[in-house]
């Protein structure tokens, strides 16, 4: 489905990915963890077009999008949920799902947000900033799904969230994991994201140090080799 090729991506004279090969497979779930500052929101960006890669290609279902822009990653299927949730919060509830409902008119918009969360069903006309934490989560995760996407990328879903609502986004991740979006879930708490992994990588400076099946990955084991020690 989605896949990074040896891509070398930074910032002006700096390197941050260091030829990072990445792929993840149609209905496929996928976490990408790693220490601050080792380079996983600019994975991240370099694979849905917001960064161009200096080296290595990035490819959606054998066609070669490298160098294209953020529209014709969208437009392919490819979705980010960045770490600042991309929602309007002055926008009503209603009204950001309205922007997102495109062709398919905005009650079956709001149904099917309401199908995915229902409690966002209950806070259509309250504006979108007034909304607690975990409900502007859902809402940026529901206003993802409504694009239709093939892949969507997470950024620290759980960020600032209590345990109990962090659980609840992870279910709604593992609902749409379960109707056949490929996710890419960024996490710097292991857990959550390998409990509805099918397969993990682990960003260290850059580079990916660690690959593998999530049921045989151990908390323990990437906290001690990989995630308890500064990038
Ligand atoms: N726009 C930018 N310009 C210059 N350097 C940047 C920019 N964005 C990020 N960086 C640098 O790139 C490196 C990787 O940052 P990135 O945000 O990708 O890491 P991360 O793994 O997502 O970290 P965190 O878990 O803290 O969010 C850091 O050293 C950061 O300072």
Known sequence: MLSLHEVTAGYGGTTVLHEVTLTVGAGEVVALLGPNGAGKTTLLRAATGLLRPRAG???LAGTDLTGRPPHVFTRAGVCLLPEGRGIFPSLTVRENLMVQARGRGLDAAVTTAADLFPILGTRLRQTA????????QMLALARAYLTEPSVVLVDEASLGLAPIVV????EALGELARRGVSLVVVEQYAQKALAIADRVYVLRR???VHTGRADETSTDELY???????A
Do not use: K, W
Not at 224 to 230: S, V
């Open 57 to 59: 290609r990035v490819e």
């Open 129 to 136: 900033g007034s909304l607690s934490g975990g409900e502007q």
């Open 167 to 170: 659980d609840t986004i992870y």
């Open 224 to 230: 001690r080799g990989y995630l308890g020690i500064p």
């Open 206 to 208: 850059g580079s990916i």
